[in-house]
Nanobody, 121 residues
Framework: VQLQASGGGLVQAGGSLRLSCAASGRTFSRYVMGWFRQAPGKEREFVAAIRWGSGSTYYADSVKGRFTISRDSAKNEVYLQMNSLKPEDTAVYYC???????????????WGQGTLVTVSS
């Protein structure tokens, strides 16, 4: 399994970014794709997840109402639309594949390389 995250960058507070994660290597219909983030000096934290088959979505309270996770099954891609960004959203964002939409990072089996999001105040 290979995961390629992209779309990070520098944005002002209140702005938007869309992250993409291209997945390959297997059929993902029975899996969950998650987004996590890790800020300097902090542990990796759950952001959002989506069941590839049903499209059911899950969000951390800190991003609910601002971020939207979606997938394009035909392209094997998952997206994280991030709106109303705040400086505290600054982190390296990782996509990951797992079997359940858990917030526990170690439960995910495969990880992408991460993409840096920096939100300036």
């Amino acid at each position: 399994v290979q995961l390629q995250a992209s779309g990070g960058g520098l944005v002002q507070a209140g702005g938007s970014l869309r992250l993409s994660c291209a997945a390959s290597g297997r059929t993902f219909s029975r899996y969950v794709m998650g987004w996590f983030r890790q800020a300097p000096g902090k542990e990796r934290e759950f952001v959002a997840a989506i069941r590839w088959g049903s499209g059911s979505t899950y969000y951390a309270d800190s991003v609910k109402g601002r971020f939207t996770i979606s997938r394009d099954s035909a392209k094997n891609e998952v997206y994280l639309q991030m709106n109303s960004l705040k400086p505290e959203d600054t982190a390296v964002y990782y996509c990951a594949v797992g079997r359940d939409p858990t917030v526990v990072a170690v439960a995910y089996d495969y990880w992408g390389q991460g993409t840096l999001v920096t939100v300036s105040s």
